[in-house]
Each structure stands twice: as structure tokens, then as C-alpha cells.
């Protein structure tokens, strides 16, 4: 089994009125032990927000995310920064909670589960909200800590490439030289069959880009951290990935990912 490493997080909250105590949480820090790695998430709706305080100022709050990503990028005493900035930018509507430990197996993951747990709406399905995007949102984030998220291409539509009214839509891409780099992410553990179904439209995807672009194609799988390679389904889906001339990679290895794909831009 993985070691897991010891993490602490903390949130952050929206609470306009000092009177009233009312707060809705909107982000949420995780930071490693060891100072190896630390990330933010704030939430994607502000709904919850606006009805709070229909004055919020979102836009604010929103970038607010960026500034902290970077300032956990330099190490340091993030912390205390942040509370200063709050201080300074937003009185007492912004506050930290205090923070608590836990064991992670893989931290990307564990801010996942966290940003779920604390950001997402309680309307919102487990089953949208676990899963395949489970793993996207891990991807996700550690292409935007590294800064190359937006850079990239997202939400591909694969009928631009093979058939008009194919389904299939890749999750990202980025072009930095003739080759078209892929990035997909794909539950194994809860539907194998999504394996079958990207290996079987890569050939034709392979033959579009380089009938469309002019270029080469490399399209990653990332999928769970904990698979279990005993099992026979698994098995089957990976291997099927594989023939298929697909690289299979997991959630543990996107950090060495995303840095790969900033120094392929040359950032």
C-alpha cells in the first residue's frame, strides 16, 4: 500500500455579516507536511454566495484563487500571507477556519474529496460528482498549479476530427510543436467500458488530426491511483488502452505531468 502523507487544510469563508454569523465556504487549502506540495480550490458556483449577500463581489473572491495558487507555489508562509490579504482586501467578510490534519494518499485526490465535501452543493448527485470527474478535477488541478490550464485546449469535440455526431469530447490538449498532446480522464474502477469505447475511436481520431492539422496525436488515459491490478475487468481495460497505443497513466503521476507539459511550453 502507498504511504500517505501527512497533510493539514484549511477553508475559506464567506461571511458578510458579523451579526448574523451566517458563511458559506468557498475555498479550500491543502498543504503537505513535508512543504512538497499545496493547492487551492474555490468553488465553481457562487450561487450559494449571491444569495448570501447579493452584493458579493465575485470577480474579486474569483481571482483571489489565482493569488493563492501562486503564493503556495513559493513556499514560504502562505498562511500568514493570506490572512494579511484577507485583512487588507476584504475585513472581516473572508475568514480561515482553522487547521486540521489528514493522512492522504495522494493529496491531488484528497483535495478533490475535500472540495467536494465542503464546495459542491448537497442537490448535487454523488454520482455526477464522483468517479470520472473525481479524476478530471484532480487532472484539472494540477495542470491550473501548474499554470498551463488555461493555455489549453478543452472540451474537444472528436467529431471535428472523425465523424460529425460522434459523442466523444477529449477533457484537454495542448499543441506544442507537430504533435497534439491528449489528456482524458477515465474512471476504470466504476466504468471499464469507457476504455473500450476511447480505444476504439482513437485510430479514426489518430487519422482526423492528422488529416485537419497536419499533426502527430499522443493521447494520455489518467485514471484512479488505487486501481486493483487483480482485477480481471481492469485488466482488460488497460490492456485494451495500451493496444490501442494509448498511454495509460494515473492521478499520482499528474504533478510530474503537468510539469511536464509547462516546460513543454517553454514557460
Same mark, same amino acid.
Given at each position: 500500500?502507498?504511504?500517505r502523507?501527512q497533510? &493539514?487544510?484549511f477553508?475559506?469563508r464567506y461571511a458578510?455579516?458579523?451579526v448574523r454569523e451566517?458563511?458559506? *465556504?468557498? !475555498?479550500?487549502?491543502?498543504v503537505?507536511?513535508?512543504g *512538497?506540495w499545496?493547492?487551492?480550490r474555490?468553488t465553481?458556483d457562487w450561487?450559494?454566495?449571491?444569495?448570501?449577500? /447579493?452584493?458579493?463581489?465575485?470577480?474579486t473572491?474569483?481571482?483571489?484563487?489565482?493569488e493563492?495558487? &501562486?503564493? +503556495?507555489?513559493?513556499?514560504g508562509e502562505?498562511?500568514?500571507w493570506?490572512l494579511?490579504?484577507?485583512?487588507?482586501?476584504?475585513?472581516?467578510?473572508?475568514?480561515?477556519t482553522?487547521p486540521?490534519a489528514?493522512?492522504a494518499e495522494? /493529496?491531488?485526490l484528497?483535495?478533490?474529496?475535500l472540495a467536494e465535501?465542503y464546495? &459542491?452543493s448537497r442537490?448535487?448527485?454523488?454520482r455526477?460528482?464522483? !468517479?470520472?470527474?473525481q479524476i478530471?478535477?484532480?487532472?484539472?488541478?494540477?495542470?491550473?498549479r501548474a499554470?498551463v490550464w488555461q493555455a489549453?485546449r478543452k472540451?474537444i469535440?472528436?467529431?471535428?476530427y472523425t465523424?460529425?455526431g460522434?459523442?466523444?469530447?477529449i477533457d484537454?490538449?495542448?499543441?506544442p *510543436?507537430?504533435?497534439l498532446?491528449?489528456?482524458q480522464a477515465?474512471a476504470?474502477?466504476t466504468?471499464?467500458?469507457?476504455?473500450?469505447?476511447?480505444a476504439f475511436?482513437?485510430?479514426g481520431?489518430?487519422?482526423g488530426?492528422?488529416?485537419v492539422e497536419q499533426?502527430?496525436?499522443?493521447l494520455?488515459a489518467?485514471?484512479e491511483?488505487?486501481?486493483?491490478g487483480?482485477? &480481471?475487468?481492469t485488466?482488460?481495460?488497460?490492456e485494451? +488502452?495500451?493496444?490501442?497505443?494509448?498511454i495509460?497513466?494515473?492521478v499520482?503521476d499528474m /504533478?510530474r505531468?503537468?510539469?511536464?507539459?509547462?516546460?513543454?511550453?517553454g514557460w
Amino acid at each position: 500500500m502507498k504511504a500517505r502523507s501527512q497533510c &493539514e487544510f484549511f477553508l475559506l469563508r464567506y461571511a458578510p455579516d458579523a451579526v448574523r454569523e451566517e458563511s458559506v *465556504n468557498v !475555498g479550500v487549502v491543502l498543504v503537505e507536511s513535508s512543504g *512538497n506540495w499545496a493547492e487551492v480550490r474555490f468553488t465553481k458556483d457562487w450561487k450559494r454566495v449571491k444569495c448570501l449577500d /447579493p452584493e458579493a463581489d465575485v470577480e474579486t473572491l474569483e481571482a483571489l484563487e489565482g493569488e493563492i495558487r &501562486e503564493r +503556495l507555489s513559493e513556499g514560504g508562509e502562505g498562511r500568514r500571507w493570506l490572512l494579511k490579504r484577507m485583512e487588507d482586501t476584504f475585513s472581516n467578510t473572508l475568514r480561515l477556519t482553522e487547521p486540521k490534519a489528514v493522512l492522504a494518499e495522494s /493529496p491531488a485526490l484528497e483535495l478533490d474529496k475535500l472540495a467536494e465535501m465542503y464546495l &459542491e452543493s448537497r442537490r448535487k448527485g454523488a454520482r455526477e460528482s464522483s !468517479g470520472r470527474m473525481q479524476i478530471f478535477r484532480a487532472m484539472r488541478g494540477e495542470f491550473e498549479r501548474a499554470g498551463v490550464w488555461q493555455a489549453m485546449r478543452k472540451n474537444i469535440a472528436a467529431g471535428q476530427y472523425t465523424h460529425r455526431g460522434d459523442p466523444l469530447k477529449i477533457d484537454a490538449a495542448y499543441r506544442p *510543436n507537430g504533435v497534439l498532446h491528449m489528456y482524458q480522464a477515465l474512471a476504470l474502477g466504476t466504468d471499464a467500458t469507457a476504455a473500450k469505447a476511447l480505444a476504439f475511436s482513437y485510430p479514426g481520431l489518430v487519422e482526423g488530426v492528422r488529416r485537419v492539422e497536419q499533426a502527430d496525436t499522443a493521447l494520455t488515459a489518467i485514471v484512479e491511483a488505487d486501481l486493483d491490478g487483480e482485477d &480481471e475487468t481492469t485488466q482488460f481495460a488497460v490492456e485494451t +488502452l495500451k493496444a490501442s497505443k494509448i498511454i495509460v497513466a494515473t492521478v499520482a503521476d499528474m /504533478p510530474r505531468i503537468a510539469l511536464s507539459v509547462r516546460q513543454q511550453m517553454g514557460w
